[in-house]
């Protein structure tokens, strides 16, 4: 879907990131997203075969058309992602969310339209879903996996910063060596939102090894200010950090299904608040916005309620 975009979908995109700091990221998925729905309208319209929906040119479509789009084409869209796309509910929720920010801006930003479409529009209804994680015993046994010889004390400074602050695998990359500052680390999370968290004293030692060990010894390394470098010296990508996270799971030999930075993440908070953490100091840690997406941690294991229930007064 690189082809040339309407204006009106240019201007929203930069509006995006110049006044709404979005991320780049956030940018892009509003922008696959809203680049594949005007594809569809325009497939449903011309009767065209979805099959060839990337083909679809889109450049020349104008406020005319913006105008005529009703919620119904939203529903159908929505439709389409799911039977055709195979789009999950929470996917599916992501666009509906596009499609609400992009009219509203139409309407309210831009007074491009006189009515917003989108305004009804609902979001697909999410089951919730307790956060898949290693247990304390599983985290020690996948750390025993950190094997590579030529980057053994960068990958295990990695999965320390992980398992123990339970920073975003983006924000992992994007740390700089000036984002530490003795005992403390400046994190930039989503929306270019800057937090403070405190280096524990894993993280510091694992820190000091890899930047004394390893980072110094790397080529040019002066010349990049990336905290995480690779062999030819440049900073770690999402996805090089995301194949790391497998290889380790795979030479630990705990093969814990579909095991990501992600889930360490979850590991590090369920540990966290199983260790006392209040959820206001682990929404600050993680760096939420809202405090009811850090509640997924209060989930409580099974063996945990029976216990509860074992310890019950009235059990004589």
Do not use: W
């Not at 979005?22 to 319209?45: G, I, P």
């Not at 814990?256 to 930075?261: D, G, I, Q, W």
Request: some cysteine; hydrophobic content about 35%.
């Amino acid at each position: 879907m690189s082809q040339q975009k309407p204006k009106i979908l240019r201007d929203f995109l930069i509006y995006l990131t110049a006044i709404k700091g979005k991320s780049k990221r956030t940018r892009d998925e509003y922008e696959y997203d809203l680049t594949l729905f005007l594809k569809f309208l325009l497939a449903v319209e011309q009767q065209l075969e979805l099959e060839k929906i990337e083909e679809i040119e889109i450049s020349q479509l104008d406020v005319t058309f913006f105008k005529t789009i009703a919620l119904e084409d939203m529903y159908l869209f929505l439709e389409y992602c799911e039977e055709n796309r195979h789009n999950s509910a929470s996917t599916r929720a992501r666009k509906v969310a596009t499609l609400k920010s992009f009219f509203k801006y139409l309407k309210s930003k831009r007074h491009l339209i006189e009515e917003n479409p989108a305004e009804d529009l609902e979001t697909p209804k999410i089951s919730k879903r307790q956060p898949i994680y290693l247990s304390f015993e599983e985290a020690k046994v996948f750390l025993k996996g950190i094997q590579s010889k030529t980057h053994h004390y960068r990958d295990y400074c990695m999965m320390m910063f992980f398992l123990n602050l339970g920073i975003r695998v983006s924000e992992l990359c994007h740390l700089n060596l000036d984002s530490i500052q003795e005992n403390f680390l400046t994190v930039t999370g989503k929306g270019d939102k800057e937090r403070t968290v405190y280096l524990n004293n894993a993280c510091t030692s694992a820190l000091a090894n890899y930047l004394t060990h390893e980072r110094s010894h790397i080529k040019e390394a002066d010349q990049n200010p990336a905290l995480f470098l690779s062999q030819k010296g440049t900073r770690l990508t999402r996805q090089r950090v995301a194949k790391i996270v497998k290889q380790i799971n795979c030479t630990s030999g705990l093969n814990k299904k579909k095991l990501t930075p992600h889930k360490l993440r979850h590991t590090s908070a369920t540990m966290m608040y199983k260790s006392g953490a209040d959820i206001r100091s682990l929404q600050q840690i993680l760096g939420h916005s809202n405090v009811s997406t850090t509640q997924i941690y209060t989930h409580v294991e099974d063996k945990e309620i029976q216990q509860v229930i074992e310890n019950n007064p009235f059990n004589i």
